[in-house]
């Protein structure tokens, strides 16, 4: 009964290539918005996309959707200029991402942004925003291993309503802050998002400084967290993992998600102090609609309309607060604000890389992040909130 299916990034190949050695493996894939393709019923409207064609068949035979990663090439024209952006040998080489909607058809193409020692492939020349629609959840977003660390794309996607990511990964494990499971869990949590993470399978890989692990997926909701982390030991053959989880998508479920725990609205509200007032604030995640937030009894509508700005990728949220400024006079305030956006990611992690879900989270008018938790199931790893200041990353 699975609707969508992810599996891991370099699961195909594998890695650690040098840009000559992955050459036979890359396939030519076309861009979904700019032509239609279905590799499994137009085989031969391409040469050389045998990759591309199994995947689309199985996608087909099995009525399902599925997200693969592979290695794309993409040629570009051989330019004199020392300043071009294409490389000597004629052509761009991507870690790539494509989905495939359940009759086959080629429907997204996400080239990794952020590479992590990929000597084997390029750096797309601009971030890329890649969504899909799906019959039966809605929007999903795409993003690959270390881009779940960085504002661009992660956040951009997050940050124009994508509740719902894609995220096939081959993560390196780093305890105590960094493991797997941890972040991904974390990630979701912090940033109120269902994470479908495919991670690869490898002990030992070699690094410089020694050795390290890949293990760890999930499927992870702000509500609830499906995950397998092996261990030495454990059967090769991994493990897979299905869950059904409340749809995220504002749009495709009405503006309100249906969980086992009862309706949640969404998008959630979140506190925050503005001179020294602490407001309750609702974030607007869609070019124009109408929002509503309450700080108690007192509530702010705003009907709105936003005009993109060239590149502005700014977030914005309505405010609302209703008593004593400075503990001196009474007020009552309803404010659009733009907000700063960092984000905190909180984990706790038991022995096993055992996941706990934290009994409490609170954000103080002050901006302090507080994570409450008790009856720990067994012994304590990590108990982390893991904060990015994404607009420091150029400072």
């Given at each position: 009964g699975v609707q969508i299916l992810v599996f891991p990034e370099d699961g195909i190949q594998g890695f650690n290539f040098s840009r000559l050695s992955i050459f036979n493996y890359l396939e030519t894939i076309p861009d979904p918005q700019e032509e239609s393709w279905n590799p499994c019923t137009e085989p031969g409207k391409y040469n050389n996309t045998e990759v591309l064609q199994r995947l689309s068949c199985m996608a087909r035979h099995y009525n399902l959707y599925l997200v693969a990663n592979m290695a794309d090439l993409q040629p570009c024209p051989l330019k004199t200029d020392p300043s071009s952006s294409c490389p000597p040998d004629g052509h761009w080489q991507f870690n790539t991402n494509a989905v495939f909607s359940s009759d086959g058809l080629l429907v997204a193409r996400y080239h990794k942004q952020n590479l992590y020692f990929e000597e084997s492939f390029d750096k797309p020349l601009q971030p890329e925003i890649i969504t899909f629609d799906t019959p039966f959840a809605g929007r999903f977003g795409l993003i690959t291993c270390f881009d779940i660390l960085f504002y661009k794309p992660t956040i951009e996607l997050v940050e124009k309503g994508v509740?719902?990511?894609i995220y096939p990964t081959g993560w390196l494990n780093s305890l105590p802050l960094l493991d797997s499971v941890q972040f991904q869990s974390a990630f979701s949590l912090g940033a109120k998002v269902t994470l479908l993470a495919a991670n690869l399978r490898k002990e030992n890989v070699p690094l410089t400084r020694g050795y390290k692990t890949m293990t760890g997926s999930g499927i992870y909701t702000p509500y609830s967290a499906t995950y397998h982390h092996a261990q030495k030991g454990d059967p090769e053959e991994g493990m897979l993992l299905v869950a059904r989880v409340p749809v995220l998508d504002p749009l495709w479920a009405g503006q309100s998600v249906d969980t086992e725990e009862g309706l949640v609205e969404?998008?959630?509200?979140?506190?925050?102090?503005?001179?020294?007032?602490?407001?309750?604030?609702?974030?607007?995640?869609?070019?124009?609609?109408?929002?509503?937030?309450?700080?108690?009894k007192f509530c702010c509508k705003l009907q709105y309309r936003r005009i993109q700005?060239?590149?502005?990728?700014?977030?914005?949220?309505?405010?609302?607060?209703?008593?004593?400024?400075?503990?001196?006079?009474?007020?009552?305030?309803?404010?659009?604000?733009?907000?700063?956006?960092?984000?905190?990611?909180?984990?706790?992690?038991?022995?096993k890389f055992v996941l706990e879900q934290p009994k409490q989270l609170e954000t103080a008018p002050d901006g302090t992040v507080t994570m409450t938790h008790s009856n720990m199931t067994d012994g304590l790893v990590t108990a982390c909130l893991y904060g990015r200041m994404y607009h420091l990353d150029n400072e």
């Open positions: 509740h719902q990511l969404a998008p959630e509200t979140f506190n925050s102090s503005v001179t020294y007032d602490p407001l309750t604030f609702v974030p607007l995640m869609e070019t124009e609609g109408e929002v509503n937030v309450c700080n108690g700005q060239g590149d502005s990728k700014e977030l914005y949220a309505l405010g609302a607060f209703a008593g004593k400024h400075h503990g001196i006079y009474f007020i009552q305030v309803c404010a659009l604000l733009r907000c700063a956006g960092e984000v905190v990611y909180p984990s706790v992690l038991a022995s």
